[in-house]
């Protein structure tokens, strides 16, 4: 059973880089295929995907935060950590990961989310 | 504004179907089968319903379908129930260097 949870502050300040972690199990992120990604979703506005990581360790990143956004993984620790420099108050929502199925381009499960606040 | 288009809120009474439209462009929806469906309960993780356009994840009821047609994909819920009150997201994976687009959400109220 895959699962995943994403951990990390629920307020920054303004300027402030952010760093999320998720935790998963149930797959390993050394297997050919596998991905995990971010989403994230400010209140009241859609879904935006912001970065993955690829079991090979490629990176993608969505063209209009590259330059603030830095993802990493950990796979003795079964743990993707997402960067976020310069945060803002736009910033502000619920971030979630996910993972790339190993059968397709899609994102098959998703962890609960981590609502975060930009605040000063 | 959300990169595919959904309607906002769809309604339907128990046992009736109801359909979600997901539109899109060439880049995406229209150029891939690579459409996903996603329900989505307040404070809990997104569930994918349908992969792949029309392909339904084990342990989806077969009462969830999908369809596409050009830059268009659909979701159908037939039967409804009260469970099946959440809001539902499309996505497509796209040709550009985002790899995935979605939609704004259909908040689905079973009457």
């Known amino acids: 059973q895959i699962t995943l949870k994403e951990s990390g502050p629920t307020l920054v300040k303004p300027t402030q880089t952010l760093t999320l972690t998720c935790t998963f199990s149930?797959?390993?992120?050394?297997?050919?295929?596998?991905?995990v990604g971010w989403i994230r979703q400010p209140p009241g506005k859609a879904l935006e995907w912001l970065a993955l990581?690829?079991?090979?360790?490629?990176?993608r990143y969505s063209p209009s935060l590259e330059t603030r956004l830095t993802i990493t993984k950990d796979t003795s620790k079964n743990q993707v950590v997402l960067k976020m420099s310069n945060m803002d108050p736009v910033d502000t929502a619920t971030y979630y990961c996910?993972?790339?199925?190993?059968?397709?381009?899609?994102?098959?499960?998703w962890g609960q989310g981590t609502l975060v606040t930009v605040s000063s | 504004q959300s990169a595919l288009t959904q309607p906002a809120s769809v309604s339907g009474s128990p046992g009736q179907s109801i359909t979600i439209s997901c539109t899109g462009t060439s880049s995406d929806v229209g150029g891939y089968n690579y459409v996903s469906w996603y329900q989505h309960h307040p404070d809990k993780a997104p569930k994918l319903m349908i992969f792949?356009?029309?392909n339904r994840p084990s342990g989806v009821s077969n009462r969830f379908s999908g369809s596409k047609s050009g830059n268009t994909a659909s979701l159908t819920i037939s039967g409804l129930q009260a469970e099946d009150e959440a809001n539902y997201y499309c996505?497509?994976?796209?040709?550009?260097?985002?790899?995935?687009?979605f939609g704004g959400g259909t908040q689905l109220t079973v009457l």
């Open positions: 792949e356009v029309n």
């Open positions: 996910a993972h790339k199925s190993v059968y397709g381009d899609y994102l098959d499960y």
């Open positions: 149930g797959f390993s992120l050394s297997t050919s295929g596998v991905g």
């Open positions: 996505s497509s994976y796209t040709s550009t260097n985002i790899l995935w687009v």
């Open positions: 990581i690829y079991w090979d360790g490629d990176k």
